[in-house]
């Protein structure tokens, strides 16, 4: 983000340059409401200069808000997904295994040693540190 803002104020103070180098020339400037005589160049190019400026920030601030609101957007949608994938993992859970049943301990005669174990595949909800770091927004 600095770096736009450096070739912002670069190009600005290029614009107060010419209009530096070409002080010596006056205009004329006419508006609906009224006509300005011998305005040097050097204060058009500085009008210019923080317009350019002044758009520019309005441009980021707007850019960024945007980019804030499309984020938490997509924080809240996945936050809906895992909320669904939890239930799913849970009802799955309770209809695969029968009422009464018990799971064979490991090593019992009938299972294998070499299955996967699923346990640590599983998928663990956030701590409270993790959630507050996600939502940082990193400096650009």
């Known amino acids: ?3 736009p803002f450096i070739v912002l104020f670069i190009a600005a103070l290029l614009v107060v340059g010419a209009g530096a180098v070409n002080y010596t020339v006056s205009v004329d400037l ?3 409401f009224g006509e300005v005589r011998g305005v040097s160049l050097l204060w058009c190019s ?5 317009f350019m400026v002044v758009v520019a920030f309005i441009t980021a601030f707007s850019a960024r808000r945007a980019a804030l609101r499309a984020q938490h957007g997509l924080e809240l ?4 997904t895992y909320r669904r994938l939890r239930e799913l993992e849970a009802s799955s859970s309770t209809s695969s295994e029968p009422a009464g049943s018990a799971a064979a301990p490991a090593g019992a005669p009938g299972t294998s040693p070499s299955a996967p174990d699923e346990s640590r595949h ?3 909800p956030p701590t409270p540190e993790e959630e507050a ?7 650009a």
């Open 1 to 3: 983000m600095r770096k």
């Open 30 to 32: 006419s508006y609906f």
């Open 46 to 50: 500085v009008g210019v200069a923080a």
């Open 77 to 80: 949608e996945l936050e809906k």
């Open 122 to 124: 599983a998928i663990t």
């Open 133 to 139: 770091a996600a939502r940082v927004v990193p400096k």
